[in-house]
């Protein structure tokens, strides 16, 4: 690996700096780090070849992809590799006795590899083929891109039309973080940054309830995704209307989640349930699918009585949401995302992570609402999609991410946990929890 800085492609922007804290976080646990997943599941083999074909293309209209992210000095950068790593994969098996294992075990060693973040593919793709059974994997690196550019990644893969592929292309200006910045005065930032401060301390006045058995060391990722019907994600997202609005729809999973986890242990320590998530300064019709990681945290937090009232727990959700949007809070933490990525990634980390006054973890759980999936077409190189869901490493505590999207009128709710802190009889049990809370009238 070559350490001349005439191998530099681009710097890390502020953003992505959050992304890659979380990175060291989990790899101070001797986890693989922040790789995520991103799964399609196919109605039967599609052409490989084309494949093969259209990936080669995004890695010549791309070459970031085969990039190395590299630390020099305090700085992070993404830097050109001595050899080209493949991009695509291929994973088959005879055995048509266990199929699904076959593949649930596949994507989840790919997601458990653990390798030195200098190294490891940014971005690869992965196909599972059994006899029945077809799997299209894309496994990245969170501060490559962030979900939304994993969406047009798989975008561009499924769009046919040569002419409407060239429309996909790398951001014109630098980082949005900075670009907005640009538009205040010093003092303006000083003050933002103190209004943000001052959110993160009120926030830390109550202790973080944490379901985890942290007295465990973490071991391996597990997942278990389910896909409602199409009559139960239509009264899901009728009720999701009903109790937040059109403007605040994952309000209504934060909620109901917060819930489906109460009862799993009404007796657990802690005051509040807390969980990030994320803003997006990113247009919303930005075809720019690396780069673009535009991101910081935000938290959606309930006190503890208020779990038994729906309807004030999601107003007081709502309520949030409405503050945090007038107060301009999302705006508040870009001096922050640009103080914190000249910190050392371990300061970096703790500050995200640990509550000031008690110094544990601040989340609860991670969420994710990846929101209707929308692809040029339902097919996949020849073969229809049946199912996609998607994956992601998790610091522990509190070893628990809830990830939701809507494909084809149906809604897929993905659980990933960190055994053994959670088991699978407890995400199976809590599930249940989940659904119950979504469809309750």
């Known amino acids: 690996m070559s350490t001349a800085t005439d191998d530099i492609i681009q710097i890390l922007n502020p953003s992505d700096c959050f992304t890659l804290a979380m990175d060291e976080e989990i790899r101070q646990e001797n986890m693989p780090g922040s790789q995520c997943g991103f799964a399609l599941e196919l109605a039967s083999a599609p052409d490989s070849t084309a494949i093969e074909q259209?990936?080669?293309e995004f890695s010549q209209r791309f070459p970031l992809v085969f990039a190395s992210l590299q630390q020099r000095g305090k700085r992070f950068f993404w830097c050109q590799r001595e050899h080209k790593h493949p991009l695509f994969h291929q994973h088959k098996t005879t055995d048509s006795s266990n199929e699904a294992e076959f593949?649930?075990?596949?994507v989840q060693q790919l997601l458990n590899h653990l390798q030195a973040r200098e190294t490891i593919p940014a971005l690869e793709f992965h196909l599972i083929q059994s006899a029945n059974k077809n799997t299209f994997l894309m496994r990245w690196i969170h501060p490559f891109c962030d979900a939304k550019g994993a969406d047009l990644i798989l975008r561009?893969?499924?769009?046919?039309?040569?002419?409407?592929?060239k429309q996909f292309d790398f951001p014109k200006l630098e980082p949005l973080v900075n670009q907005q910045l640009a538009k205040y005065r010093w003092w303006q930032k000083v003050l933002m940054f103190i209004k943000a401060k001052r959110y993160i301390s009120q926030l830390d006045t109550l202790q973080s309830i944490i379901h985890a058995d942290t007295s465990k060391a973490p071991k391996q990722l597990n997942f278990k995704t389910f896909t409602l019907s199409i009559g139960q994600t239509q009264a899901i997202n009728k009720l999701n209307r009903q109790h937040v609005g059109l403007t605040g729809g994952s309000l209504y999973y934060i909620?109901?989640?917060?819930?489906?986890?109460?009862?799993?242990?009404?007796?657990?320590?802690g005051e509040a349930y807390c969980t990030p998530y994320a803003f997006n300064l990113r247009r919303n019709k930005a075809l720019s699918p690396l780069l673009s990681n535009h991101v910081a945290p935000l938290f959606a937090q309930a006190p503890k009585s208020l779990l038994p009232d729906r309807a004030a727990l999601f107003q007081h959700l709502k309520q949030q949401n409405t503050n945090t949007i007038r107060e301009k809070l999302d705006y508040a933490f870009l001096p922050i995302m640009w103080a914190a990525s000249w910190l050392s990634l371990a300061?970096?980390?703790?500050?995200l992570r640990n509550s000031m006054r008690t110094g544990t973890d601040r989340s609860s759980f991670w969420f994710s609402d990846i929101g209707n999936v929308n692809l040029s077409n339902a097919s996949f190189f020849n073969s229809d999609i049946t199912k996609i869901y998607h994956l992601c490493q998790i610091s522990s505590p509190p070893a628990i991410a809830f990830l939701s999207c809507q494909f084809n009128q149906q809604l897929t709710l993905s659980y990933n946990f960190i055994e053994p802190l959670f088991t699978?009889?407890?995400?199976e049990a809590l599930h249940k929890n989940v659904l119950e809370e979504l469809l309750t009238e």
């Open 103 to 106: 593949h649930h075990q596949t």
């Open 255 to 269: 909620g109901c989640f917060m819930r489906a986890l109460n009862k799993m242990n009404p007796d657990q320590a």
């Open 156 to 165: 561009y893969l499924c769009t046919d039309d040569a002419e409407q592929r």
């Open 54 to 56: 259209r990936i080669h």
């Open 347 to 351: 300061q970096h980390g703790e500050k």
């Open 424 to 427: 699978e009889e407890q995400i």
